[in-house]
């Protein structure tokens, strides 16, 4: 359907039972989409390169908050940057990815913890929480997520080479913590902890607890008892 998009047309335009969309009969792409529930949005839809590329939707903004005349004036400017190659949805995307990844590490682990860590186990939520506030976020917490690189985990795990359990306990916590924050939208890439080598782990020493070792005494005598009355 196409007519001219006014606020007339917008307001006479009722919610049906399917989204009806129409497009502005002067201005290319330019269109008001009205969903069953009520809302009222205004769209321009584009190809960058021809009929042979995607079509693309922008939305240009909410009926209530943007007027159809606004919704015009931007669809109009958008075209003009669609007719030079420029495509409109990647450059909002890119700089909503630019603002998103300009947060801190330690911003985004403090989401983390409240929202991932909150359905783990406690031994878990403990765990991770000691890893994050005494080893990982001191070193790491001030940098924006979106720029945390390979070389900057190398050498912070580097620093930890004297531990090696705890330094590739908290790189395991670290690369879990990326993971949640790319699929949030707060970084793009490979995770870089993928590339970063883990420290060989031997077996650690432990020394029995007086009480281990009386009961380990108290077996043994056991078993030479046994051997006695057979």
Not at 114 to 130: G, N, P, Q
Not at 187 to 196: E, I
Request: include cysteine.
């Amino acid at each position: 359907m196409k007519a001219k998009i006014t606020k007339r047309l917008v307001d006479d335009t009722p919610a049906g039972t399917k989204t009806v969309v129409i497009f502005d009969s002067e201005v290319a792409g330019f269109a008001l989409k009205v969903t069953p529930t009520g809302r009222k949005v205004f769209q321009l839809r584009y190809r960058v390169g021809g009929r042979n590329t995607p079509l693309r939707t922008f939305t240009l903004g909410t009926f209530g908050t943007t007027t159809a005349e606004q919704a015009r004036r931007s669809a109009q400017m958008l075209l003009g940057e669609v007719k030079r190659g420029i495509d409109p949805a990647a450059v909002k995307a890119q700089r909503d990815l630019d603002q998103r990844g300009a947060l801190t590490l330690a911003t985004i682990a403090a989401d983390f913890q409240t929202i991932h860590l909150a359905k783990r186990k406690r031994r878990t939520v403990i765990e991770y929480s000691k890893l994050l506030q005494l080893v990982i976020l001191p070193a790491l917490g001030g940098k924006p997520v979106a720029t945390i690189l390979a070389g900057d985990i190398e050498r912070w795990h580097h620093g930890l080479r004297a531990t090696p359990y705890h330094a590739n306990r908290a790189l395991a916590v670290l690369s879990k913590l990326l993971n949640w924050a790319a699929s949030r939208g707060y970084r793009a890439g490979d995770n870089p902890c993928k590339s970063v080598e883990k420290y060989k782990e031997y077996a650690r020493e432990r020394y029995l607890s007086p009480a281990e070792i009386a009961a380990v005494g108290g077996a043994i005598r056991a078993c030479e008892a046994d051997k006695q009355v057979t």
